[in-house]
Structures are given as structure tokens and as C-alpha cells.
């Protein structure tokens, strides 16, 4: 969603960087163009003014005038503000005293309350609660159905004693799903209201009833994140008929410029506390205003990388692949497999490599990353036989051709698979060893200044252990060698070899005349040549 924002940042701070001190014109420069980004992004003109004013004057002041890196002080000063319009700090669930803590959602039709709802109650589900849906949306037609789809997708039960398609009283509803939960243990209540078209009277004077008969602990405003500044007229809307705690955004994957998320907190005061960023039940956290600013400024977001991966993959999977990776045995084709299953429950490929930090100059080839090819090689490896997946050596001309037929791909796939994976096997097989190649310092690893006389000594080593063509030579070599053999074999059975003097042996050695003894030359007249 930020991508346009991103990018524009991005280049307004390369234009900085390489500069030892800023002037008066380069931060207006800078000021203006970050002015434009925010404008272009859909920011709400007051959010962008006071943006500005806030850069300007921190940019002016000591921090940045006595920094040795200007460039990196406003870069620092341009996150802080972010996160500080983003909301500063993640805003928890508050948990009511005596359960159940009841939560409403309230939001403008086709922002996505339904699917959210669905999200919420796995999301709460994982954190050890048992959440229970409320069907409080009996006016669209079929809004019910849904809900209970949802929440069977969810695994969370729904409370819905009316058919809805405009049957039913919603107020009534809300206040006997309460009861029903404190009766069957649930300690969380999430009330899916209906959606109003605009500002419709009616259907806001129905969500402030629904407010008043159960008093919710937490009340959601649902919004649409892709509808732009109108988000903010909504919001403030909202606000006033009905009031709320604090703001869910939808549809943050969507290729909208994202003015909403910079605008609704700063105008209605209300914190941003979840996020959806896509279709799946999974696509859904709290909204956390630092890691968001990082991921605007092309920083990544390093931190709910780790969050998801441990909320996906299972303790034993983790220590079973670590062991694997750890263990003398070669690296087969089906641990390889395993790894790309457990990095795909992790989302889509692109996903992944934009939390990554820098990753915002190479959005082109991410954008052209299609996960359909993992599918592929997971057609080609599942077509091959346990023992080709273990010994991918044997598979040969006539085994590939099967292979591809097998998984409905051409031989040169898997050509290109086979040859992948024997240069994978042998960087891993590296790395076990101790260090990888061509890295200076480590371990099994050679710098670039000495990868000319290593290669020099490996060839010398190889020359002398070569054996020659002549019968004759040939004999005296393998001779002398055997001689050698049986001189170490006598040396190892006797005691440890002593060394030579001056080096730990008994007698201290003799320097030869010119060294110390008494022949040492007078060096205190000497003049050395000049160059």
C-alpha cells in the first residue's frame, strides 16, 4: 500500500546522503518534497502541514546541525514523526475485570466487518481465549450465513438466534449473546453490527442502541483503508454518532496510497490498534506504528517476520530441520522440500522478501516473483522416487524425462532443478565444514588477496603428488614413499621427538659468528644506503 510514499522518500533521502552539512535550502528542498510525497499519498492536508512544521523545526535544530551524518539525523527524525502520527506506541485489547470482555464492531458497509470479525476471533483464539461471534447484522441480506461460514473457517462458535434478511431486533440480539457467553465460558464477545451507507441515521442511532444494552469494553470502527481521505470523513462521522475506542484498517494490501492509515489517527485522536493485509484468516495482527514507519522508510520489518514464523512453524519441525541441518548426512532433496513447505506457510514470497530491509530498490524483480514456481519444483520433487530424492546423482536422462512427465513440466525444468540443488548441496556441505568460501576470516574461507597464492600452493601440492609417466621414476617415487611411510610408523612408536635447541630442547643453541658472538660486527658508524 505505501509503496508510491516509499519510494518517493527513499529518493528524497539518497539526494541527502554524501552531504557533510545541510543548509537553510536543503532542508526546505527536502521539506518540500517530502510535503509532495504525502500530498501524492493521499495524507490529509492538516496531518501533512503539521508533518512539515515538526520536521522542519527538529531539522533546524542541534541534532542535526552538529551530526556528523546530517542525512541519517533526518532519516532518524522523519521515522520518529511517522511513528508518533502512526500513534507512537501499539495500542492493546483492553480486557474487561469480570468476563466476558465484550467488543463491537461498527464501520461503513463493505469495509470488511464480517471477514474481520472471522480474523479477530482466530487471532484471539491463538492467545488461549474463546471467543464467541454474534450475528448483529441482520439487515444485508445473507449477512448472518456468512458470519456462521466465517466463524466455521475460524473454528469459533456464532451466536445467532435470528435468520436476519431483515428479521430480527439486532439491540436484542447483542444483549442475549452476552449472557449466552458468561453461561457457556466464553470470555470474549465480538458483536458484528451492521454496515451503514454513508451517514445514515437510522442505522447509527441502531449501533449507538447496540452500544448502550451492552456496554462493549472495546468499540472497533472497521475501515476500509483503499477509500482514501473520505476515511477521515467517515471516521469523524463516526465518532460522533457513535464514538469508538479505537480503528481497524482492512484491505492494507491493496495498491491504494494509504492516506488513511497517516490521517485517521492524527484527526479523531482514536489509536490504529489492528491491521488486515490480506484475504486469508491468518492476514490479520495489531497495527504496531514503528515496525509500520520502518516498512514506509524502506527500513523492513525484521521483527514481524520473527513474530509470524513463530506463530507458523511448529517447535519440533524447527529442532527436526536444525538437526537435519546440523548432521553430517549431505543435504537431500527432501529436506529441501520440507524447507520450502515450511517457508510457504509463511505467505507469498513477495510478502516475505518486503519486510526485508532495502528491499524497496528491488520491488520490480519481488513484483515478478510468482509463487506458482514453487509449485513447480514441488511437482518435480514430489514426481521423483524416494531414492532419487535421496541420491540425486542417479537420475539420468531417462529418469528426467519421466520425472517431467510425471509433474507436467519440460526435462529442462528439471535440468535446471538437479543443477540448482547440486550447487545448494555443495554450499551447505561448506558451511557445515566451518565457513564459506571466498570470506575473509572465516573459517574454511579465503580472502581476495590471498586467493592467488592459495591457488598457487594447491597447485603445487597437486604437482608434487602426482605420479609420473616414466615406469621406471614411477617405482623409485612409490619406493621412496613407502620409505617415508615406514620412518613415521618407527617414530610413532617411539618416544616424542625432541626439539632442537633454543626451542625448548635442553641445550641452548650456538649463534653463529656475526650474530651475537664474539665476532659481531660495530653497527653503531653504519649509514644505511639512500634511496
Known amino acids: 500500500m505505501f509503496e508510491t510514499l516509499s519510494d518517493r522518500l527513499t529518493s528524497v533521502f539518497s539526494s541527502l546522503r554524501g552531504k557533510g552539512r545541510l543548509s537553510e535550502e536543503d532542508i526546505n528542498a527536502t521539506a518540500r518534497e517530502i510535503r509532495l510525497a504525502l500530498l501524492e499519498a493521499d495524507v490529509a492536508l492538516p496531518v ?45 485489547v483492553r480486557f474487561a475485570k469480570n468476563p466476558p470482555t465484550v467488543i463491537m464492531l461498527a464501520g ?40 456462521q461460514v466465517v466463524g466455521e473457517r475460524a473454528g469459533a462458535p456464532v451466536f445467532a438466534p435470528e435468520p436476519g434478511n431483515g428479521v430480527g431486533d439486532p439491540v436484542q440480539v447483542a444483549r442475549e449473546s452476552v449472557e449466552h457467553a458468561r453461561r457457556n ?50 471516521a469523524q462521522a463516526f465518532l460522533d454518532g457513535v464514538g469508538y475506542d479505537a480503528v481497524a484498517l482492512t484491505k492494507l494490501d491493496g495498491d491504494a496510497r494509504g492516506g ?19 484475504e486469508k484468516l491468518e492476514d490479520f495482527d495489531l497495527f504496531h506504528p514503528d515496525r509500520m514507519a520502518s516498512r514506509i522508510l524502506d527500513m523492513g520489518d525484521v521483527l514481524t517476520l520473527i513474530e509470524q514464523a513463530q506463530r507458523t512453524f511448529d517447535e519440533a519441525e524447527v529442532e527436526k530441520m536444525a538437526s537435519t541441518m546440523a548432521s553430517d548426512d549431505d543435504f537431500t532433496l527432501d529436506d529441501f522440500l520440507q524447507q520450502m513447505s515450511m517457508v510457504r506457510k509463511l505467505g507469498p514470497i513477495g510478502n516475505l522478501l518486503g519486510m526485508m530491509p532495502g528491499m524497496g530498490q528491488m520491488r520490480d524483480q519481488i513484483d515478478n516473483i510468482d509463487d506458482k514456481d514453487l509449485d513447480r519444483i514441488q511437482a518435480i520433487i514430489q514426481s521423483m522416487t524416494p531414492g532419487e530424492r535421496s541420491n540425486p546423482k542417479s537420475i539420468n536422462g531417462s529418469r528426467r524425462l519421466r520425472i517431467a512427465n510425471g ?49 598457487a600452493q594447491a597447485k603445487k601440492v597437486k604437482k ?68
Open 185 to 234: 465460558n466464553h470470555n470474549v464477545v465480538i458483536i458484528d453490527t451492521a454496515g451503514r451507507l454513508g451517514v445514515d441515521s437510522e442505522l447509527m442511532q441502531q449501533a449507538a442502541d447496540i452500544r448502550d444494552a451492552v456496554t462493549p469494553d472495546e468499540i472497533l470502527f472497521v475501515v476500509d483503508a483503499m477509500i482514501g481521505q473520505d476515511a477521515v470523513n467517515t
Open 464 to 531: 608434487g603428488k602426482q605420479r609420473s609417466g616414466n615406469p621406471m621414476k614411477a617405482r623409485q617415487q612409490e619406493a621412496e614413499r613407502a620409505a617415508e611411510r615406514q620412518r613415521r610408523q618407527e617414530e610413532g612408536g617411539q618416544q616424542a621427538p625432541q626439539l632442537p635447541p633454543g626451542l625448548g630442547g635442553g641445550d641452548q643453541p650456538t649463534l653463529p659468528p656475526g650474530l651475537g658472538g664474539p665476532n659481531m660486527p660495530d653497527l653503531s658508524n653504519f649509514k644505511f644506503p639512500k634511496k
Open 48 to 92: 501533512v502541514r503539521e508533518f512539515i512544521s515538526r520536521i522542519k523545526e527538529r531539522a533546524r535544530g542541534e541534532e542535526v546541525s552538529k551530526a556528523l551524518n546530517p542525512a541519517q539525523q533526518v532519516i532518524r527524525i522523519v521515522n520518529e514523526e511517522l511513528v508518533e502520527i502512526l500513534g507512537g506506541e501499539t495500542r492493546q
Open 260 to 278: 488513511a492509515a497517516l490521517s485517521i489517527r492524527h484527526i479523531t485522536g482514536r489509536p490504529i490498534m489492528f491491521a488486515s493485509t490480506g
Open 108 to 147: 461503513l458497509q463493505g469495509a470488511g466487518k464480517t471477514t474481520l470479525a472471522g480474523k479477530l476471533a482466530k487471532w484471539m483464539a491463538a492467545d488461549r481465549n474463546t471467543p464467541l461471534l454474534v450475528a448483529a447484522d441482520l439487515q444485508r441480506p445473507n449477512a448472518v450465513t456468512q458470519l
Open 407 to 455: 509433474s507436467g513440466t519440460q526435462v529442462s525444468d528439471v535440468n535446471g532443478l538437479v543443477t540448482r540443488f547440486f550447487e545448494a548441496q555443495k554450499m551447505m556441505r561448506k558451511m557445515k565444514n566451518g565457513g564459506m568460501p571466498g570470506m575473509p576470516g572465516m573459517p574454511g574461507g579465503g580472502g581476495g588477496g590471498n586467493r592467488k597464492k592459495a591457488k
